[in-house]
């Protein structure tokens, strides 16, 4: 069994900047992220998969491979752009990777960027893989006016080789606690049990212990553990082992940066003297913790992408997570029920057509010019409500929801003198048992939904048909569509 | 004769069908390459003066602007005057009609018509079987419209007047697929029987998935010139010797009745007149058979038939390859596609054929006069060319 260890390491912290300041302004009195002053903040075009992408770049960079050379890739996150889709397979394609190469995904916990180190140590130990390349990457959020609202983004990024200098050594988990941070199904923002001291002292303090028991360190120069902003580092560090410089080891000050938080401190942590040893380590309220034994066998390169800050005041911190949302640009395909065509299109809503004059064609919609003999005099006129089939069809494949298909679509020829060209619309028929359609069906007009641009509601004109007599029977009670389901 | 004479020098198109794997500059290459390797190193590109582009669903589809330049880019052909014709299912028809004028006119000696359509990178449901180009009015695309209704009002109306049953159509769709087996360009190669029509999943009732087109990927080009000229380019010339167009009403419910289509009848009444012949001197056809009930109407509509005789002139064989007058002996719409601003062009690629006696397996005996009916919309608009052997 060969050993493995990490080559090379980088992050990315994308520019934005909200400031605690600004954060305080509008919600003053609430505690945390502590000791930092700003958190990174991802910009509208950003998001896991392209600061992984960043981190994993700046990796491939520092430690000189290329990326014909990578055959695992491992996706640590909480906040993937998909719920279901791999997110590693989007960074593996921007990369570049060989198509053979294998892809992890791990998403959901905090503890996943450290499980990831572990999964490609033991991954490259078994003969596996040979150069793995492990990125924790996130964008979080929480719900606006807690403690846990500003949570920070970036991505850290690790090749992991049987020759990397930083050794992976043990590696020892704990299950403990209750959650006090969750996430439900389908929501953006993390939810939380508002008690800090309850939270560390109680849930993280234990897990962080029995991790260390387990991997029998009472000696260790470095404990590089996350997630945790800089206050919680500071006064953990400081209850499980006071002489231990972790407090020191970040590489600035971010807020809680999720799965990718252990990585952020291990690559603070790797510069240490050559030959001492530390801990990796990840907890979560609720799961516990995972870590494993860091021997700094010898200098690996680092790299720290940090493109210029751009400030982010408050409402921009909210529509960057969609919770404040901009005007969407119209559509230049869709109708929309608010443009100049609907206002044109008006006299529809009203059934108002126009009457020839000369011939005596009723044009629905009005024309201009008659639709029979060209006149171009006439006067308005609402359009009778009710007709005859003059043809149809029972669409299966049809574009149209709520709804359900299939829906029948005819000609119409409205009741009294319309003319050979007027007199007639075309609709779509509701509320009426399609098996009774027939062409010369009696049908009445019912004004209906048609759609909804933007959620404005289109109105307009659909028919239903007139039972007639020897099969009221079957019509009623039989809903569109069903006597054919 | 159109003008001064108009003839075809040369015919190519990519096979037609689910290509998925080529992009819209792919099947306008693959077209133009197949055009220039059928002209046997006769004609020299850079001679080529001017050309007509016809795509029908570019901006719907590729969300983007369908200009002369998207030709023009990709065969590098600019600076060269490149038109871009739409005009629904026709344009391809009409691009060739409006080429061969400016041809007729002594404007340009040679030139280019070329049509493409990239259609299947949509799914079912947001193709034109689902739906149609919709504007923002209420009456005219009412609500569950769709593609195959245009036509599919037709048959309903034809079934009820007792002048067709579901059986005819569904013998259109065998005839034709029976006709595009034997065509290597052809989408739909697979025979199908009448049972097997009837009992595919419908579309929009009485018409089932067999009774419609498949949404088609495809490209086709032809080379035109001035006639006198023809000799310099082919051994084989073909004379474009009429094209008739006509329009209609643009909404169903401003038709004063179904179970016949003015424009296609107008629009052949003209080519014929321009070629100097009738519907009986017509050798072989390519029709509009984008449903099957549309190649019924289509006999009727150009006089192949009489009004009303559509099912009984099928069922006479005429229309079949060995008949008095094959009918879509490509596979038609239904089995070698409709990639919609390619499809009149590609119709022409198949008169050609024809008429040169280079169609292979599925070829008319002694064709010399070929006949293309392209259709826009429900009936809209219909452009009929006309070609005779040279």
């Known amino acids: 069994m060969t050993g493995a260890g990490i080559e090379a390491i980088a992050t990315y912290v994308p520019p934005g900047r909200l400031s605690v300041a600004e954060l305080r302004r509008h919600w003053p009195g609430v505690a945390g992220p502590g000791g930092v002053s700003t958190v990174a903040v991802a910009g509208f075009d950003e998001d896991v998969v392209t600061m992984a992408v960043e981190a994993c770049d700046g990796a491939l960079a520092a430690g000189g491979v290329g990326t014909a050379a990578v055959d695992l890739l491992v996706l640590a996150t909480c906040s993937s752009p998909y719920a279901e889709h791999s997110a590693a397979a989007e960074v593996a394609r921007a990369l570049g990777l060989a198509t053979d190469a294998a892809l992890v995904d791990l998403a959901g916990s905090t503890v996943s960027g450290v499980t990831g180190l572990v999964v490609a140590a033991d991954a490259v130990r078994s003969g596996r893989c040979r150069r793995a390349l492990v990125v924790a990457s996130e964008r979080r959020t929480g719900r606006p006016g807690t403690a846990v609202e500003a949570l920070g983004a970036g991505a850290a990024a690790a090749l992991v080789s049987a020759d990397g200098p930083v050794a992976i050594g043990r590696t020892a988990s704990t299950r403990f606690g209750v959650p006090t941070r969750w996430r439900p199904d389908g929501e953006r923002a993390l939810h939380h049990y508002d008690d800090a001291r309850y939270e560390l002292m109680n849930q993280v303090v234990p897990a962080v212990t029995g991790v260390l028991a387990d991997l029998r360190e009472d000696r260790h120069a470095f404990l590089a553990v996350g997630p945790l902003d800089v206050r919680s580092r500071s006064l953990l560090v400081r209850a499980v082992d006071p002489e231990a410089e972790g407090s020191s080891l970040d590489v600035e000050g971010t807020g809680d940066l999720g799965a990718a938080g252990p990585l952020f401190a291990l690559a603070g942590a790797v510069g240490g003297e050559v030959g001492t040893a530390g801990v990796c380590m990840a907890v979560e309220p609720g799961s516990g913790a995972v870590g494993f034994r860091v021997v700094l066998g010898g200098t690996i390169p680092v790299r720290h992408s940090r493109p210029a800050e751009i400030p982010v005041d408050y409402v921009g911190y909210l529509q960057r997570f969609g919770a404040v949302e901009g005007p969407v640009p119209p559509s230049p395909i869709v109708p929309h029920a608010a443009t100049p065509g609907a206002l044109r299109d008006d006299g529809e809503g009203s059934l108002t057509g126009s009457r020839c004059t000369a011939c005596g064609s009723l044009n629905v919609p009005p024309r201009r010019r008659c639709i029979d003999c060209g006149g171009t005099s006439h006067v308005p006129e609402r359009a009778p409500r009710t007709g005859t089939v003059v043809t149809y069809n029972v669409q299966h494949v049809v574009a149209v929801h709520p709804e359900p298909s299939p829906v029948a679509v005819g000609v119409v020829r409205l009741t009294g003198e319309g003319g050979a060209r007027g007199g007639q619309i075309s609709a779509m028929v509701c509320d009426s048992d399609l098996e009774l359609l027939h062409v010369g069906s009696p049908v009445e007009l019912v004004y209906r939904r048609l759609s909804a641009d933007d959620g404005l509601v289109k109105y307009g004109w659909k028919v239903r048909v007139v039972p007639e007599a020897g099969d009221a029977a079957t019509t009623q009670g039989a809903a569109q569509g069903d006597a054919r389901s | ?390």
């Open chain 2, 1 to 390: 004769m159109i003008g001064s004479g108009v003839s075809i020098v040369g015919a190519g198109m990519v096979p037609f069908g689910e290509r998925f794997e080529a992009s819209y500059e792919d099947l306008l290459l693959d077209a133009w390459d197949a055009l220039l390797v059928g002209t046997d190193g006769r004609v020299d590109p850079d001679r080529i003066e001017a050309a007509w582009l016809s795509t029908a669903l570019g901006g719907l589809i590729r969300r983007e602007a369908v200009t002369g330049a998207s030709l023009a880019d990709p065969l590098g052909f600019y600076p060269r005057p490149v038109t871009r014709v739409e005009n629904a299912c026709a344009g391809g028809s009409d691009a060739v009609r409006n080429a061969a004028f400016a041809v007729a006119a002594g404007v340009y000696d040679l030139v280019l018509v070329l049509g493409v359509e990239k259609m299947r990178d949509l799914p079912t449901r947001a193709s034109l079987i689902a739906q149609r180009g919709t504007m923002s009015h209420l009456w005219w695309h009412p609500r569950g419209a769709t593609s195959p209704y245009l036509f599919g009002q037709h048959a309903t109306t034809m079934m009820a007047e007792g002048r067709i049953t579901r059986e005819d159509m569904a013998r259109v769709s065998v005839k034709n697929h029976d006709h595009g087996r034997l065509n290597p360009n052809a989408f739909m190669r697979k025979p199908v029987s009448v049972e097997q029509v009837l009992a595919s999943p419908p579309v929009c009732e009485p018409l089932t998935v067999l009774d419609c087109c498949p949404t088609t990927d495809g490209a086709a080009a032809v080379l035109l010139c001035r006639s006198e000229l023809a000799g310099r380019f082919t051994d084989g010339p073909v004379e474009l010797v009429a094209s008739g167009l006509a329009t209609d009403t643009m909404y169903s419910h401003t038709k004063p009745v179904f179970g016949a289509q003015d424009a296609p009848t107008r629009a052949a009444a003209a080519a014929y007149k321009m070629a100097g012949i009738g519907p009986c001197d017509v050798d072989v056809a390519e029709l509009h058979d984008c449903f099957t009930v549309a190649e019924l109407l289509a006999y009727e509509d150009l006089g192949f038939c009489e009004r009303g005789a559509s099912a009984a002139w099928l069922a006479s064989g005429a229309p079949a390859l060995g008949g008095s007058l094959p009918c879509n002996p490509s596979g038609g719409l239904l089995s070698k596609g409709h990639p919609i601003g390619a499809t009149g062009v590609a119709q022409l690629c198949e008169v050609f054929w024809q008429l040169r006696g280079e169609a292979g397996d599925r070829q008319v005996d002694g064709a010399s006069i070929g006949l293309t009916h392209n259709v826009g919309g429900n009936g809209q608009v219909c452009c009929v060319n006309i070609a005779r052997r040279g």
